[in-house]
């Protein structure tokens, strides 16, 4: 069978033995692999992720001099069932996997591994118990989606935001855009989306965004006061003070009506949850720097480089800092319905689509965000450029 591979950076279209399914696996015919991020990272800092991965207790993640075929968005049919599957899947199914996969006692990273090799070829393996027919004749385009869909619920999920409180999405990229489409099908109010590309930003709008920005022009904070969030410390001090007046007055112990307070939540300062998807070095201490005080960070971009930012800016303005990876099996699963049942539509994100062929010149074009933002493989096209 055909599959892109990639060695030392280099990818190249090769020749490689059809997989056969193991015990609990399927053998898929792809239809649909996105380019992912993580793709682009993979091709130039494979071994620094390798390293970190090895730190974690993984040591398959892919290394550079190894001939690996990525690909972990993807979308098949079914072809064949290994041995001890359940086969409720039938043969011609069209279904979407999370991207892992048992091989003897080790579990592997699809589409990041040797021993797991991705959706860039004409066949692949996936995990019988992690893969899901796909619903209501739900488009293969969209369908193959779910898998990045799916970071940006578990990012939302992960980060408590409740409808009232403002979004602020820094980064408009593939997965700044999974977090806006969920942050609205949450039902969250606001949502604010920052990005440089005014094409970019033209996405986050089609994707729900309620108001973009220009962070050039100006700051996706500017608007802290006009939804109640505190930027200043003279502004703390002024609501401690304030509201100590006001309790002592009451004929109540004021401690206990403070109590009170914090436990139905009231007690804590109005502030955002920003979400930061750029992944370079200098954003986190940006936006730690520049957002509302409590403001709740949520890290979803994977900078692959060493960063640092002033642990004392976050502490005067207790900041919350969360970082988030992946996501759940029912978190892969409700991502997969709501696009079934049309809760999000993420089919703008989608601008191209390239054979096996043109994979290379895929990778090239994602660079420019004015002209692409998720690009599909589809081992049966011949098209060669997007």
Same mark, same amino acid.
């Given at each position: 069978?055909?599959?892109?591979?990639?060695? !030392?950076?280099?990818?190249?279209?090769?020749?490689?033995?059809?997989?056969?399914?193991?015990?609990?696996?399927?053998?898929?015919?792809?239809?649909?692999?996105?380019?992912?991020?993580?793709?682009?990272?993979?091709?130039?800092?494979?071994?620094?992720?390798?390293?970190?991965?090895? &730190?974690?207790?993984?040591?398959?993640?892919?290394?550079?001099?190894?001939?690996?075929?990525?690909?972990?968005?993807?979308?098949?049919?079914?072809?064949?069932?290994?041995?001890? +599957?359940?086969?409720?899947?039938?043969?011609?199914?069209?279904? $979407?996997?999370?991207?892992?996969?048992?091989?003897?006692?080790?579990?592997?990273? $699809?589409?990041?591994?040797?021993?797991?090799?991705?959706?860039?070829?004409?066949?692949?393996?996936?995990?019988?118990?992690?893969?899901?027919?796909?619903? !209501?004749?739900?488009?293969?385009?969209?369908?193959?989606?779910?898998?990045?869909?799916?970071?940006?619920?578990?990012?939302?999920?992960?980060? &408590?935001?409740?409808?009232?409180?403002?979004?602020?999405?820094?980064?408009?990229?593939?997965?700044?855009?999974?977090?806006?489409?969920?942050?609205?099908?949450? %039902?969250?109010?606001?949502?604010?989306?920052?990005?440089?590309?005014?094409?970019?930003?033209?996405?986050?709008?089609?994707?729900?965004?309620?108001?973009?920005?220009?962070?050039?022009?100006?700051?996706?904070?500017? +608007?802290?006061?006009?939804?109640?969030?505190?930027?200043?410390?003279?502004?703390?001090?002024?609501?401690?003070?304030?509201?100590?007046?006001?309790?002592?007055?009451?004929?109540?112990?004021?401690?206990?009506?403070?109590?009170?307070?914090?436990?139905?939540?009231?007690?804590?300062?109005?502030?955002?949850? @920003?979400?930061?998807? @750029?992944?370079?070095?200098?954003?986190?201490?940006?936006?730690?720097?520049?957002?509302?005080?409590?403001?709740?960070? $949520?890290?979803?971009?994977?900078?692959? &480089?060493?960063?640092?930012?002033?642990? +004392?800016?976050?502490?005067?303005?207790?900041?919350?800092?969360?970082?988030?990876?992946?996501?759940?099996?029912?978190?892969?699963?409700?991502?997969?319905?709501?696009?079934?049942?049309?809760?999000?539509?993420?089919?703008?994100?989608?601008?191209?689509?390239? %054979?096996?062929?043109?994979?290379? !010149?895929?990778?090239?074009?994602?660079?420019?965000?004015?002209?692409?933002?998720?690009?599909?493989?589809?081992?049966?096209?011949?098209?060669?450029?997007?």
């Amino acid at each position: 069978m055909k599959a892109v591979t990639c060695k !030392n950076g280099k990818l190249e279209v090769a020749e490689l033995p059809a997989p056969t399914p193991g015990r609990g696996q399927l053998l898929i015919d792809v239809l649909r692999c996105g380019i992912c991020g993580s793709d682009l990272h993979a091709r130039l800092h494979a071994d620094e992720a390798a390293d970190v991965a090895r &730190e974690v207790g993984y040591d398959g993640l892919m290394r550079s001099d190894q001939e690996v075929v990525l690909g972990h968005e993807y979308c098949g049919e079914v072809v064949e069932h290994g041995p001890g +599957s359940r086969r409720s899947l039938r043969a011609g199914t069209r279904v $979407v996997s999370m991207p892992l996969l048992r091989k003897g006692k080790d579990v592997h990273a $699809v589409g990041l591994s040797v021993h797991a090799p991705g959706g860039y070829a004409e066949q692949m393996l996936v995990q019988e118990s992690l893969t899901f027919a796909v619903p !209501n004749g739900l488009a293969t385009d969209v369908a193959t989606l779910t898998e990045p869909m799916a970071v940006g619920l578990h990012a939302v999920r992960r980060s &408590e935001i409740a409808k009232n409180q403002v979004g602020i999405v820094i980064g408009c990229g593939p997965v700044g855009l999974a977090v806006v489409c969920m942050l609205k099908a949450r %039902g969250v109010r606001t949502v604010i989306a920052s990005d440089f590309s005014p094409g970019r930003r033209a996405l986050a709008q089609a994707c729900g965004a309620d108001v973009v920005v220009d962070p050039g022009v100006e700051s996706p904070y500017a +608007s802290a006061g006009e939804h109640g969030h505190l930027t200043t410390a003279g502004e703390i001090f002024d609501l401690a003070v304030g509201t100590m007046d006001k309790l002592r007055r009451l004929p109540l112990p004021w401690h206990r009506v403070w109590q009170v307070a914090e436990a139905v939540g009231l007690a804590t300062p109005k502030h955002p949850v @920003v979400f930061e998807c @750029v992944g370079v070095p200098g954003v986190i201490e940006d936006v730690i720097t520049s957002a509302p005080l409590y403001s709740r960070v $949520v890290v979803v971009g994977v900078c692959m &480089e060493p960063d640092r930012f002033r642990p +004392s800016m976050a502490i005067n303005k207790e900041i919350d800092l969360r970082f988030v990876l992946g996501y759940t099996p029912p978190e892969f699963r409700d991502t997969l319905h709501l696009l079934a049942e049309g809760k999000v539509d993420p089919a703008r994100i989608v601008t191209g689509t390239v %054979g096996l062929a043109g994979v290379d !010149n895929a990778f090239s074009a994602l660079g420019d965000p004015e002209t692409h933002a998720k690009i599909l493989v589809d081992p049966k096209s011949s098209a060669v450029s997007v």
